[in-house]
T-cell receptor, first 114, second 114 residues
């Protein structure tokens, strides 16, 4: 049973470009969470999604960031017009139910903005 | 908002030695999660504590949550090189009763020397 798959592992973008980060949850998991780890900071919650629904986006920046988890296909975290401050490791996690006591994390996407 | 402080920030121990990592919260912890992050990889779930005074063990790792539920410690007995990595504590900040929205500490970087 494959774990949480994130791609790409590394993404380099120039300022102003768009970044698309993908996350395929574990088989059977319908709950997806995105976290961001800025340099020298802890992991910060961004958004929690269930299939086709955003449940909690209280950690998402108000502008340029969006997330989706369509009925078919991976969850996508999209960052428009990236800036240097967006450089970070973005982690996706999944769980089979909302009440699950643990999250299964992917290996992350390291975004570097030049 | 809840803050989690981990100490020490980094730790170098000789193989075979015991060590303790602490996680202190500014507010009551409703659920406390310990994860391990290997360099460049995702997080691996270690343990979850919920009740004051609770203690759990897995192999050579023991975690405790104090009675007041504002501090947790992670103790490793007879450390091995495989224990090296970054240890993160995460908290269920708003008493969701789940891991759906965690606040993480900044981590403790552990190195184990031969």
């Amino acid at each position: 049973n494959a774990g949480v798959m994130q791609n790409p592992r590394h993404l380099v973008r120039r300022r102003g470009q768009e970044a698309r980060l993908r996350c395929s949850p574990m088989k059977g998991h319908s709950h997806v969470y995105w976290y961001r780890q800025l340099p020298e900071e802890g992991l910060k919650f961004m958004v929690y999604l269930q299939k086709e629904n955003i449940i909690d986006e209280s950690g998402m920046p108000k502008e340029r960031f969006s997330a989706e988890f369509p009925k078919e296909g991976p969850s996508i975290l999209r960052i428009q017009q990236v800036v240097r401050g967006d450089s970070a490791a973005y982690f996706c996690a999944s769980s089979p139910t909302r009440s699950n006591e643990k999250l299964f994390f992917g290996s992350g996407t390291q975004l570097s903005v030049l | 908002s809840q803050e989690l402080e981990q100490s020490p920030q980094s730790l170098i121990v000789q193989e075979g030695k015991n060590l303790t990592i602490n996680c202190t919260s500014s507010k009551t912890l409703y659920g406390l999660y310990w994860y391990k992050q290997k360099y460049g990889e995702g997080l691996i779930f270690l343990m979850m504590l919920q009740k004051g005074g609770e203690e759990k063990s897995h192999e050579k790792i023991t975690a405790k949550l104090d009675e007041k539920k504002q501090q947790s410690s992670l103790h490793i007995t007879a450390s091995q090189p495989s224990h090296a990595g970054i240890y993160l504590c995460g908290a269920d900040a708003i008493n969701t009763g789940t891991a759906s929205k965690l606040t993480f500490g900044t981590g403790t970087r552990l190195q184990v020397t031969l």
